[in-house]
């Protein structure tokens, strides 16, 4: 599984990428740290580019933010979508 987003590396400022948990065909999914609150996030990077990559990506987050599971992570009360070089990428809290 290859990497795009390189362990160590700080995302708006505040989330370090600890490693890929994770890949499919539209992106990867990374451990991350906030380095605010040291609580542990789920980042998805999103291949899916332009409008139509970014809608498909809010309306995943705004599905799982519905979705109550203990399987399941918790979406952040507030969320985040930082704008290129960060990619396309969600948190959710694990």
């Known amino acids: 599984m290859m990497e ?3 362990s160590g590396t700080i995302l708006n400022g505040h989330y370090r990428i600890q490693r890929v948990l994770g890949s499919g065909g539209f992106g ?9 609150t040291n609580l542990q996030y789920a980042l998805k990077e999103y291949f899916v580019t332009g ?4 809608a498909q990506l809010q309306h995943e987050a705004r ?3 519905q ?7 918790a979406s952040p009360t507030q969320r985040d979508y930082p704008s290129p070089p960060d990619y396309g990428l969600d948190p959710f809290n694990l």
């Open 4 to 6: 795009t987003v390189p």
């Open 51 to 54: 409008s139509s990559g970014q």
């Open 28 to 36: 990867h999914v990374y451990l991350a740290i906030d380095l605010r």
């Open 63 to 65: 599905v799982l933010s």
């Open 67 to 73: 979705l109550h599971h203990p399987n399941l992570p």
